[in-house]
């Protein structure tokens, strides 16, 4: 086999990477190897980028998306097209403006498209949707317990929530 | 790039000469290459990465060279008000030739990409070299922290102390929906790439990798290996790393990772042990053979040696050698890669005499 990079000299070196189930191989030879510093099982390995994305977000989506490819974001001006080819955002604004088709393809990827993880310190005492869900998922929990003292306070706390959420106009997006 | 005043950085050397801090810091090594924990017959190191950007700026693949610079200025005001990055060197890799550059990715503190960098881009290298930033990767900031064996939480309560002294003086870009924002959509959420370097070769030898890796979790976790010609896998060295950013807490995916990474190792523990029931003395063998490689070649890859070490690696846990540390090893994987050895011999050599110095570089560290 000939090495993916070069396709001059014989492959020497083969990169495998499992991921959700699948086995994507890279055949580089010895030069071409150690040109990318890959040629070290113990520091960074390559990104598997290019045709893997297409794989990784699911072809059927990418193409479904396609009738959105003359949107541009309006900050950077990274179309849909620029994404499908590189994987790669240009801003955080971009966020925003792909943000109906992202949703979908994140779920694919993470299987999930809401964050729940650590967040800034300018943001810690701000509530956020995750945790008004999780205020939510806990009133029902003590509805169900039949804990009716404990689920009167969470339901005041999430009509407050709720209010003050709506109150503020947050796009999600930090400026 | 214009230089930070002296005055400014507390500690911080300036990034102009940093040449000269590589020849003396090459047996400097990080934490990972000189302490042990309670896994490190299988695991290695531990790395956590963070994926961070910056608000106002593009993201490095769209950002004009202007912005970049500006971005890096910022980074290093940042940097010299962190108490955590006190005496931190600040590396302009656009100013390294292609050598010094390698040593770092060698050294894992910087990534092949990232030397590849045609962009303005600054590499922030802690004095115990366990700690990196990489400014302008394919996000602004790359935080990363490397330790040894499993200790995962160690690194990362370094990594978050180091977030958190940045974030005084920088405003991340953060949506409460998507976390942390990435250029590229695989690191959204939290940003947080767990990576866990792992040393299987009763798993290799039995071919049990297969299995064991077919059994994993592959939709939450990737698993990468090296393989030269035919099936056998370089160096017997695998990495994992978890593969999802979103809809999961740093705290969950670091506590998933220390549980799978401790399964993987009873599997290769239980793999040395099944060794002595059945044909130790081919195992044995192979030991011995490398040994004998080693102490006599006088020419060898890089690829040959690190799978030569790694026999010797598992001589030292079968106890069947005794005059080397598996420290010593681990270190050995790293200084004869192509880079350390222009370093070692500060010439520039050909593939064909760095692999002859190589075998010579072993030999004198293989009196045994």
């Known amino acids: 086999m000939l090495c993916q990079i070069c396709k001059v000299d014989k492959a020497s070196v083969k990169i495998t990477q499992v991921i959700d189930d699948k086995k994507i191989e890279l055949n580089l030879c010895k030069s071409c190897a150690e040109k990318k510093g890959i040629d070290n099982p113990m520091t960074g390995l390559p990104q598997f980028v290019g045709n893997f994305m297409a794989e990784l977000f699911g072809k059927e989506i990418l193409q479904r998306s396609a009738k959105r490819s003359g949107i541009r974001c309006h900050h950077c001006g990274t179309s849909w097209e620029n994404f499908k080819n590189t994987g790669l955002f240009g801003c955080d604004i971009c966020y925003q403006v792909f943000e109906d088709d992202l949703k979908v393809i994140l779920r694919r990827i993470h299987g999930s498209n809401q964050h729940i993880g650590s967040r800034p310190n300018s943001q810690r005492t701000r509530l956020d949707e995750a945790e008004l869900e999780r205020m939510k998922a806990d009133l029902r929990k003590a509805i169900e317990q039949e804990n009716f003292e404990l689920a009167a306070e969470l339901r005041d706390l999430v009509r407050n929530a709720e209010r003050q959420f709506n109150k503020s106009d947050n796009d999600g997006i930090l400026r | ?368």
Request: hydrophobic content about 40%.
């Open chain 2, 1 to 368: 790039m214009s230089e930070i005043e002296p005055q400014d950085l507390k500690g911080i050397q300036s990034d102009s000469d940093y040449s000269s801090v590589v020849d003396e810091s090459l047996l400097n090594f990080g934490r990972w290459l000189t302490e042990e924990d309670e896994y490190s017959d299988t695991i290695i190191s531990s790395r956590i990465r963070l994926a961070r950007n910056i608000q106002g700026f593009a993201f490095p693949n769209k950002a004009t060279k202007r912005e970049l610079t500006d971005l890096i200025e910022k980074v290093k005001q940042a940097c010299s008000k962190s108490s955590s990055l006190k005496k931190t060197n600040l590396i302009n890799i656009g100013k390294l030739s292609k050598w010094d550059r390698k040593y770092f990715v060698e050294r894992r503190l910087a990534s092949p990409q990232f030397i590849e960098n045609k962009i303005p881009s600054l590499l922030v290298v802690g004095a115990q070299e366990n700690l990196s930033i990489m400014v302008n990767e394919e996000d602004h900031l790359r935080l990363q922290c490397v330790e040894p064996g499993l200790d995962i939480k160690q690194a990362w309560r370094k990594i978050s102390t180091v977030e958190d002294e940045l974030e005084e003086n920088l405003d991340f870009s953060y949506s409460s929906r998507f976390g942390y924002l990435t250029a590229c959509p695989t690191n959204l959420g939290t940003g947080m790439r767990v990576s866990i370097v792992i040393h299987l070769p009763c798993l290799s030898l039995q071919e049990k990798i297969d299995s064991v890796i077919r059994d994993l979790p592959t939709s939450e976790i990737a698993v990468r290996g090296f393989y030269g010609e035919g099936t056998e896998s370089i160096g017997n060295i695998f990495q994992i790393s978890n593969q999802l950013t979103l809809g999961r807490t740093e705290h969950s995916v670091i506590e998933r990772m220390i549980d799978i990474a401790k399964k993987i190792t009873e599997m290769e523990r239980a793999a040395r042990t099944n060794l002595f029931e059945s044909d130790i003395i081919k195992v044995e063998d192979s030991i011995f053979r490398a040994l004998g490689t080693l102490q006599h070649a006088r020419i060898i890859s890089s690829l040959e040696s690190m799978n030569l070490l790694s026999m010797i690696r598992l001589g030292i846990e079968l106890n069947l050698i005794k005059q080397m540390s598996r420290l010593a090893i681990n270190q050995l994987m790293v200084l004869v890669q192509p880079a350390h050895l222009q370093k070692i011999y500060k010439k520039d050599l050909s593939s064909r005499e760095r692999d002859i110095i190589r075998a010579e570089f072993i030999r004198q560290n293989f009196k045994l």
